[in-house]
């Protein structure tokens, strides 16, 4: 095992992803490109699912924040393991809707919809809304009104937590383009637009308070300042706010730095904490709604490179330049995420060797990562970087024209394409002069 269950290493010495040797699936598609097992996706999803309908009840519902990974398939994916889906433009929506996701589990999230997604929405039957702001809500109620519908929504409510620094940091996130405040007074204002809206039905609340966080107090502490605000909108409106979205946003171990969550069980401890506060404040447990992304999708990927060339500048760094880079996995040039790399072909190799991991791109910033422990590499060797399943292909540009690489899902030893590598020709269907 290396990092997660389905990364080990077979007789040869060489990587196998859920089982299947890594150097064979590059030699098979060519680099660099995303690996996928199919089996540890559904596998969490089912792990989300089970959990949050043990623990939450038999209405609670998991869905897959699809921005971590959007493709047709992933969509199919969500559907047959009954989650639902959090989509966040009209592109979003447009594959969800192609992939033949069911309408009403989607939730629209975003703070800036345009006319034409609201319109776009509105026509496909999206089930809800999280509406971010007073202009959108006003033009939400224009348009439903308009069709002589009522639109279920949930308001995008910002608990003011900061689950980086932590402690309920209460200025933390309230500067947040995201969201109302409650601190601010903005949030009971919005609600109250909202139950007054035409053409709308306030079902609920929404909270998100970050990404890749280890700890349960972050979302306990933002589920109390919720469940406190549902039951002053009770005292306040007489009204009864039936559901409460609780974000994503639990981390994935990246590296043996890392730990390992056990998602069951901080849905588990999620779920006590928002039970005793639901008891304690006289508050009806809401349905409840989660919203994991990268921990559905992340450790299920790797990306497979092969390596150009090493540079050893004495004094300075040791570079492995790889045939990828920023353009299909921009994370550590935007925040510096770590990775686990090592080389495919001599897995079984201790990882003695310090190196920066360089794309191809023309920018001194496109790396992978500085400093990783790796084997030593050459020339044609297979590079793989692992937990690459989430931000990496739909965050992926073709900066430099670079091609972006398929995205080849393996289920039960079987590698099938599920995304193909894009062609030159595709990098100028739109040019028109
Ligand atoms: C990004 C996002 C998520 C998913 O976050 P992860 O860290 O990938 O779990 C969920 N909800 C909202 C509103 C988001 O913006």
Request: charged share 25%.
């Amino acid at each position: 095992m290396i990092i997660h269950n389905h990364f080990d290493v077979n007789s040869k010495g060489h990587l196998t992803i859920g089982g299947t040797d890594a150097v064979e699936l590059a030699k098979e598609f060519g680099t660099p490109a995303y690996i996928l097992d199919e089996n540890v996706i559904r596998e969490n999803c089912r792990t989300y699912l089970r959990a949050a309908r043990e623990h939450f009840g038999a209405d609670a519902l998991p869905l897959y924040a699809s921005k971590a990974l959007c493709f047709t398939g992933i969509y199919k994916i969500a559907a047959e393991e009954g989650l639902g889906v959090d989509c966040v433009s009209g592109g979003e929506l447009y594959v969800a809707k192609r992939a033949g996701f069911p309408a009403d589990k989607i939730y629209f999230h975003g703070n800036n919809k345009t006319d034409r997604d609201i319109a776009d929405a509105l026509d496909m039957g999206v089930g809800t809304f999280v509406v971010d702001n007073c202009d959108e809500l006003e033009a939400l109620s224009e348009a439903a009104t308009r069709r002589g519908i009522t639109q279920r929504i949930l308001l995008r409510i910002t608990p003011g937590i900061d689950p980086h620094t932590h402690r309920a940091i209460m200025t933390g996130n309230v500067d947040s383009k995201f969201g109302s405040a409650i601190v601010t007074g903005q949030a009971m204002d919005i609600v109250k637009r909202a139950i007054a809206a035409d053409g709308i039905e306030l079902a609920g609340l929404h909270c998100h308070i970050g990404s890749q966080i280890f700890d349960i107090e972050p979302f306990s502490d933002a589920a109390a300042i919720m469940v406190r605000f549902i039951a002053q909108i009770k005292a306040e409106c007489g009204y009864e706010i039936k559901e409460l979205n609780l974000g994503g946003g639990l981390g994935v171990r990246y590296t043996e730095y890392d730990r390992d969550i056990d998602y069951a069980e901080a849905v588990k401890d999620i779920a006590t904490v928002v039970k005793n506060l639901c008891a304690e404040g006289g508050v009806k447990l809401p349905k409840i709604i989660l919203e994991p992304g990268r921990s559905l999708v992340a450790a299920a990927g790797a990306t497979l490179y092969t390596v150009g060339g090493v540079k050893e500048i004495p004094g300075f760094k040791n570079y492995i330049s790889v045939d990828g880079g920023m353009p299909d996995n921009p994370r550590y040039a935007l925040y510096q995420s770590q990775y686990t790399a090592l080389i495919a072909n001599r897995a079984n190799e201790p990882r003695d060797y310090r190196a920066t991991l360089a794309g191809r791109c023309c920018e001194s910033g496109d790396l992978l990562g500085e400093n990783m422990e790796i084997q030593k590499a050459k020339r044609g060797d297979i590079l793989a970087v692992l937990v690459t399943g989430a931000y990496n292909y739909s965050m992926a540009s073709n900066y430099n024209k670079l091609p972006r690489p398929p995205v080849i899902m393996l289920k039960d030893g079987v590698a099938r394409v599920a995304v193909k590598r894009e062609s030159y020709e595709d990098l100028v269907a739109n040019d028109v002069i």
